[in-house]
């Protein structure tokens, strides 16, 4: 964790500076000197120090507290140890008035220098830690706590297994609800990197630029209302995963920004100067269909290609019928315990209610419906009425538009899918698509569907 | 051929140096040579009574024989560096040259009476650290290995003298540098 923090050392004393300097690279840290106030300023700007050790008397105008104060007005995170010759109780009272982490007098003694360091460090490294903890679910997910007895399934764990100990980027394909966010998660903590971070970012819950600043992080001052530095996600995620939800909703602009983390891996902070280099391996997952939106041209084919190194597509639960009955007793038993409440069952006309409905919103939503009709139900085990409001969100559950799709595109989707459904039957399909046959001609040829 | 080069100072007695030879660099797998170094008074720093290291690492460089991989000075003075109190010794990371302080590591400093067998373990290992860090080791957290930070002799005292498996892997390969 050491060679993670860096330290400069301010003093315009050559001997002095260079001394301090080697002594903390003995101890595993990047030091950087400055030999004035004004190249201390200058160099924070450019670099994320931890740690600034600061000469009080320093010639030119800028002395120690000044620098501290300037720095500390930029980075007030930064720890700053003030070192002086002179121990007085009045300049030792200033620097910590003005916000010095510490105050020491030299000669100093190695065991304190030492101490003082690795104290901060320590610190420092457990709000790294806390600030990942809080951003981050605290559930941690592994491949055996996800529930399956179908055969894609399986398959598809199984591959996930063998990839975990890969650097190699993963997307992930599949309905919203499905469990793409569970199956990165096993993915990172099968993988050598399980002990680092693994943070998730919903790339369709924020605008743009948000976005931008989320994953990369900005300098102060960016922007309007970039009142602090701040550490994007993929800084968080350093050793560890990022975890790309909703990536076919991302921008041109950033689409070229993340093929040049994928390639280069590295980037810059928005309004920054600074190259910043990352290990972090990228999942990516999405609900929309990447290849089409590629052939569609909203998508880069070139960032298509570097995520889809391992391919992933879960089915959605519509499809795997034969997991309802295994994951809902799972979530009645779960949600038991938690909501304390007496239900331990489900019965045959409750399961068929379950297994009949179509679950648009996939594994999520079927928990959901297990927690609704605990809450409701008055017996202990779970029946067709419990389940009622299911036939009714079928009726009244409205429609949502695929995003970034237009008429014409859903006009296209509507008629391949029906004629999949169909076979092909060109009869059938108009029928169901309430146009005659010449009609339906016409938009295949048009749409260029191949049948 | 490259040697492992060790030199005493004047005032440094040679049953000491030849048990840092033999015992510490004897660990490296290279060809050991043993040279002559002048006394370090240059150094001396009349308000500390102590020696600057920085100006006897600038010495060694330049005194350093052109078959030199590294070249590790022996001395019975007090080192210092600005910053700090005292140095038991202090090396160029990664560079060619690096010196060993005797002054601290015997008994009789702390006002004890004299143990040579704690003294050749503490200079062995001080000897063993500062060559690690002329291979590029920096400090290990595994407090019984040689390159351990150690900012007093009870810290010595705690390692071995010998590198853990983490740092002996960072070394170079035997065949490499023989």
Known sequence: MKTHWQILVVDDEEVMRESLAAWLREDGYLVDTAESGREAVEKATQKDYAIYFVDLKMPGGMDGIETMMQIRRKYADASIIIITAYATVDTAITAMKEGAQEYIVKPCNPEEISLLVSRIVKVKNLQRENSILRKKLSRQYRFQDIISKNARMHQILTLAHDIAGL?????????????KELIARAIHNSSDRAQKPFVAVSCAALAETLLESELFGHEKGAFTGAGERKIGKFELASGGTIFLDEIGDISPKLQVDLLRVLQERCFYRVGGQEEVRVDVRVIAATHVNLQQAVADGKFRDDLFYRLNVIEIRIPPLRERRDDIPLLARHFLERLAHELGKDVDEICEDGLKALMDYHWPGNVRELENAVERAMVTCHGRALTADDFAFLAQNGHTKSWTPPPGMNLQEMEKLAIIATLQRTG???KESAGILGVDRSTLYEKIKKYEIPR | MKYLYVGATPEVDPDALAFVRDVALANFGAPVRQMELSGIDFAYDANRNQYGSIPVLEM???CAPADARKLLAVTER???????????GQAQLGGRVGVVSLARLRQEFYGLPPNCEVFQGRAVKEALHETGHMFGL?????????MSLATNVRQIDMKQAAFCAACAARLPARGELS
């Open chain 1, 424 to 426: 092909g039957n060109i």
């Open chain 2, 78 to 88: 007090d080192l210092f560096i600005p910053v700090l109190t005292f140095v038991f």
């Open chain 2, 60 to 62: 060694l460089a330049r």
């Open chain 2, 138 to 146: 920096v400090h290990c957290a595994d407090r019984t290995c040689a």
């Open chain 1, 167 to 179: 650097r190699s980027t993963v997307l992930i394909q599949g309905e919203s609800g499905t469990g």
